[in-house]
């Protein structure tokens, strides 16, 4: 016959033993769940379900996908039953060289750090001329084909490149002089 004091000796000797076996087996489940997916994903924006079922390659036809890490891959077609490999990371197309041989400095507009101006540079807004003639949307496009976020502070950013393309250093300065960490400030 078992008694109290055997039962509750077990469970405190063992009951803290057995949740953390069991805390890794639902950590175990919950994160093995990404490692099921296929490994190199399409990169098709539309939703799953609008997506074709599968896509033949053909000598002319190469797929882009992602890994799951984010890199990007070119999958290209053999020559033997049409099997598909994936070639070596997809390189970035060359920027198209700008009039000066050297991009302007556009961390010296206000809210555009070094990793923002690089991602704003790749995507071929390399000079306070072209930020001045950018959109809203090329801003947004370029920070995500980096891998970032939107910043709140792009909404200055033409007015900004647009007084720096014209070499009106005074005017920046005081428009910067009004901003708000990059940003037109708020009536609150």
């Known amino acids: 016959m078992i008694d109290f004091t055997t039962i509750s000796g077990l469970a405190i000797c063992f009951g803290p033993l057995a949740l953390v076996i069991i805390?890794?087996?639902?950590?175990?489940?919950?994160?093995?769940?990404?490692?099921?997916?296929?490994?190199?994903?399409?990169?098709?924006?539309?939703?799953?379900?609008?997506?074709?079922?599968?896509?033949?390659?053909?000598?002319?036809?190469?797929?882009?996908?992602?890994?799951?890490?984010?890199?990007?891959?070119?999958?290209?077609?053999?020559?033997?039953?049409?099997?598909?490999?994936?070639?070596?990371?997809?390189?970035?197309?060359?920027?198209?060289?700008?009039?000066?041989?050297?991009?302007?400095?556009?961390?010296?507009?206000?809210?555009?750090?070094?990793?923002?101006?690089?991602?704003?540079?790749?995507?071929?807004?390399?000079t306070f001329q072209k930020v001045a003639d950018a959109s809203q949307d090329d801003f947004k496009a370029a920070l995500e084909a980096a891998g970032m976020s939107f910043a709140p502070s792009a909404e200055s950013w033409s007015e900004q490149a647009s007084y720096a393309a014209k070499g009106d250093w005074d005017g920046l300065d005081a428009l910067q002089a009004k901003l708000v960490s990059g940003r037109y400030p708020t009536d609150e």
């Open 23 to 126: 805390g890794f087996i639902i950590g175990a489940v919950l994160t093995d769940l990404n490692a099921r997916r296929s490994y190199l994903r399409q990169m098709d924006l539309r939703p799953e379900h609008e997506q074709p079922a599968t896509q033949y390659l053909t000598r002319e036809r190469r797929l882009t996908a992602q890994t799951p890490a984010g890199a990007k891959v070119t999958i290209l077609p053999t020559a033997e039953n049409g099997v598909a490999v994936a070639a070596a990371p997809a390189k970035p197309a060359p920027a198209k060289p700008a009039a000066s041989s050297k991009p302007d400095n556009l961390t010296r507009l206000e809210g555009i750090g070094p990793k923002i101006a690089e991602a704003l540079v790749s995507a071929g807004l390399d």
